[in-house]
């Protein structure tokens, strides 16, 4: 089965899914993105991500290139042309092709959309999952407004290939108050010593993480406490638990901070549960 990828109106062949040397986000990285778990053949809280991915065009005046429920079908198409079962799908939007020009392009340009599925192998990550991830620390160097899903992403990928060169999965950027903001690609979370799973609250520091809500309605349910606060590196690395969360990861665990274990050094029971029920919680389309 080859893969196709949906370009600016039409399916393309994955090796041909191409877009203009002047798009904006080849140029700019004037654009923004959405990913969005598969899992069973359907779409998991589509809903939340495109009310998500309205907010982060609203935010840089960027015009929705398809109304919502073509957009909609769209994704679903590339599920289903894909025959795509377990993975992710990956959404952007630009501000289309123009002259290039820092300021925005002529009224009327048709903003780019692109949507590609992939497919993911839920046997390595629940095996991921089962030995828990390594995080590494470095200090926040973006910019003020991450609350939005740009794809403007160079400090997540040089934390990314920190994390690699250091043998962790994920880099947790600090503040400069020291309190870490979120991962490289997902947001932080820690269980305390009393059992109170904490992350930070949104604001322009972080993103607004599907996952997050989803985990934040799953510990309603559970009746667990939640403390959205910040936490500082060193609590991080004292408290009984640490994990991470993304669409396409869910709940990840993490079992090392900097080198040194958090907790016992294995996923701990919390983590577990969250990713166990996350998706009791979450919505199918
Ligand atoms: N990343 N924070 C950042 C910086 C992220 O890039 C992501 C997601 C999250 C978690 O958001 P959500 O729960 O909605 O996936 C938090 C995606 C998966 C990515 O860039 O691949």
């Given at each position: 089965m080859s893969r196709v990828v949906y370009v600016n109106g039409r399916w393309r062949p994955h090796r041909d899914a191409t877009v203009h040397v002047e798009d904006r986000g080849y140029q700019f990285a004037d654009g923004v993105y959405e990913v969005c778990e598969v899992r069973g053949g359907r779409l998991v809280d589509e809903r939340r991500h495109t009310e998500r991915l309205l907010r982060s065009l609203a935010a840089l005046r960027i015009?929705?290139?398809?109304p919502i429920p073509a957009l909609s079908v769209v994704l679903h198409e590339a599920v289903r042309r894909n025959r795509l079962t377990d993975g992710i799908l990956y959404l952007q939007v630009t501000r289309g092709v123009a002259r290039?020009?820092?300021?925005?392009?002529?009224?009327?340009?048709r903003p780019s959309l692109v949507v590609s599925a992939r497919r993911i192998d839920p046997v390595q990550t629940e095996r991921t999952a089962q030995a828990g991830i390594a995080v590494i620390t470095l200090p926040e160097t973006r910019?003020?407004?991450?609350?939005i899903k740009s794809i403007s992403l160079l400090p997540n990928v040089l934390a990314k290939q920190a994390a690699r060169e250091q043998g962790a999965r994920e880099a947790w950027f600090v503040d400069r108050d020291g309190y870490v903001t979120e991962g490289a690609s997902s947001n932080a979370w820690i269980v305390t010593g009393a059992g109170a799973v904490v992350t930070r609250p949104l604001g322009p520091d972080i993103l607004p993480g599907i996952t997050r809500e989803v985990v934040k309605d799953a510990l309603r349910a559970e009746t667990l406490t939640l403390d959205e606060r910040p936490f500082t590196v060193a609590e991080a690395l004292g408290a009984k638990e640490a994990f991470v969360t993304a669409a396409s990861q869910i709940v990840m665990p993490v079992v090392r901070i900097d080198g040194q274990p958090i907790g016992t050094g294995i996923p701990g029971p919390v983590a577990a549960a969250l990713r166990r029920i996350f998706h009791h919680h979450a919505e199918f389309s």
């Open positions: 015009p929705l290139p398809l290039r020009d820092h300021g925005f392009p002529p009224a009327g340009t910019w003020a407004r991450v609350d």
